[in-house]
């Protein structure tokens, strides 16, 4: 009787099970497939593997297939990821339109109430933070999982039409927090899992330009509205129309956006293939449902994390300062209520050329750190302007105030910048999930500590606010050079250790490692971006 002859394995070499080779004290092999990267799991497992591994290298092998993949990816994830972002900054946002609009009457609102109601978007934001994450981690359902929150946050934003009382609005400001927290983190996962890490930094900037673009989509639809002569409050409509569109796109997100490239339906097998050893090289692999503790403490043991946290937080002061209080600040300038519903528009137009380029030339240079800078300088020159330009509420030239509000909207580059060194310098599902819950945790202090910065009492010159938008901002460019060094010295160290090992076994190693769901301190391949 003849045997069969056994089927030889073309992902053997990417299986850190076998053969481990000791690093230090460590080693780089997973107990099982549930331990390591889902993307091993489908590899091993898939029943025509052989096939598959050579269509897959036959797409990496040909320029003009590759281009095609890739494009294909861009078209599959970049919409939907753009367009929750939009709803997502355009929603929690709709409160400083309204401002303008007649809610703060309409509602009886009264001293701090409104910087409370701002606050409490970002309180509920906090608090949801860790449990959605690590939800999402478990459910494994990324697209999915975002898309229910999307719809449910849009419903929310329409209850915000029936509000009379400062109580009912605090209710749906908060559930909006709660619903929302989860957009950021997941949109840097998926990056994360699709493209390469010279890509990233472009394609972050493709879904956080919507942040400005939001202002002038915002700025128009609330300066059509403000001219609606109805007995329903213009600012009643406005809520119930922005509503409507979020929950739309929440179901096309639910419907169409993939959990991941292993779970991808519109991409053929040999393209999961292609896509996932396209990206081997980041050393981050895709997702692991699995949440390990010793990753999570590895996180709150690393030192970068918190620089990442505190930059965060020093660069959200400012946004939740100028976020809700953009449009009143124009009021204070002399300018009427619906001019300065209109003239937030080129404020958004700067912003959203501003994170293009900085997306553009962080991968082009391959460095986030001096162009993070670059993109914080003119907000703090415009805070100083409005500052020099408007002593104590007397504003002493109208278009130079107007030019140096336009001024502030550059920073915004440096937070998406932030969002993209996250995804190009953590591995390990379970730590990135808590390295970007931990970020975004920093992100809603910084903008709950920005809401109070402008104080009721201040008015018309809110004195605080600017001078806290050059304090936090001149302290981040100091952290972001300590965070540039850090990861300097990480690499430097990485290389020595790498120095002392064979060509064979770097070889066998890298690839290991690659999909073995292991954190970036535990992997001498890994580079990090400065």
Not at 81 to 110: E, N, P, W
Not at 474 to 490: E, G, I, Q
Not at 498 to 514: H, N, Y
């Amino acid at each position: 009787m003849s045997l069969e002859r056994e089927k030889p394995d073309p992902f053997a070499s990417l299986d850190g099970r076998e053969a481990s080779v000791a690093i230090g004290d460590g080693t780089v092999t997973v107990v099982s497939l549930e331990d390591a990267d889902e993307a091993l799991s489908f590899l091993e497992n898939h029943p025509q593997s052989l096939e598959i591994a050579e269509s897959g290298n036959a797409i990496l092998e040909d320029p003009v297939q590759l281009k095609k993949l890739v494009r294909k990816i861009d078209l599959t994830i970049a919409p939907l990821l753009a367009a929750v972002y939009f709803l997502q900054f355009l929603d929690k946002t709709t409160l400083s339109y309204t401002a303008v609009m007649g809610i703060r009457t309409d509602t009886h609102l009264k001293g701090q109430d409104y910087s409370d109601l701002s606050m409490l978007f970002y309180i509920g934001f906090l608090v949801a933070e860790f449990p959605t994450q690590y939800l999402a981690q478990h459910i494994s359902r990324l697209g999915l999982y975002l898309g229910i929150n999307i719809m449910i946050w849009g419903l929310i934003l329409g209850f915000h039409a029936a509000c009379t009382t400062f109580a009912g609005l605090a209710i749906v400001r908060t559930l909006l927090g709660i619903f929302e927290s989860c957009v950021a983190p997941i949109l840097i996962l998926i990056i994360a899992m699709w493209y390469k890490k010279e890509e990233q930094g472009r394609r972050v900037s493709w879904f956080y330009v919507c942040n400005a673009l939001t202002q002038i989509f915002g700025g128009f639809v609330a300066y059509g509205v403000s001219f609606a002569n109805t007995r329903f409050a213009s600012w009643r409509i406005f809520y119930i129309a922005i509503g409507a569109l979020t929950m739309v796109i929440g179901l096309l997100v639910a419907l169409f956006l993939p959990d991941s490239p292993v779970k991808a339906k519109r991409f053929t097998d040999a393209e999961k293939v292609a896509a996932l050893l396209r990206v081997k090289d980041n050393q981050s692999g895709t997702q692991n449902a699995r949440i390990k503790r010793d990753q999570v403490f590895e996180t709150f043991r690393d030192s970068r994390v918190w620089l990442i946290c505190l930059a965060t937080m020093l660069s959200s002061i400012p946004n939740g300062g100028l976020s809700n209080f953009s449009s009143i600040l124009l009021t204070t300038f002399g300018y009427t209520s619906q001019q300065a519903l209109i003239l937030n528009t080129p404020s958004g137009a700067i912003g959203a050329v501003c994170v293009l380029l900085v997306g553009y030339l962080s991968d082009k240079w391959r460095d986030r750190s001096v162009v993070m800078l670059i993109c914080i300088l003119p907000t703090i020159l415009g805070a100083g302007l409005m500052i020099g330009l408007d002593p104590n509420g007397i504003p002493k030239n109208k278009a130079g105030l107007l030019a140096a509000s336009f001024l502030t909207g550059t920073f915004g580059a440096a937070f998406m910048l932030l969002l993209a060194w996250n995804a190009s310098n953590i591995a390990g599902h379970s730590k990135k999930v808590t390295a970007n819950a931990l970020t975004l945790i920093a992100f809603c202090v910084g903008n709950i500590l920005g809401t109070q910065t402008f104080q009721a009492k201040q008015a018309p010159g809110y004195i605080s606010g600017k001078i806290s938008i050059i304090a936090t901002l001149s302290a981040l460019c100091f952290v972001v050079v300590v965070m540039r060094v850090s990861n300097d010295w990480l690499n430097r160290k990485n290389q020595r250790e790498l120095a002392g090992m064979s060509e064979e076994v770097k070889t066998v190693l890298k690839d290991k490692m690659a999909y073995a769901d292991q954190t970036d301190r535990n992997n001498v391949f890994f580079v990090y971006t400065h």
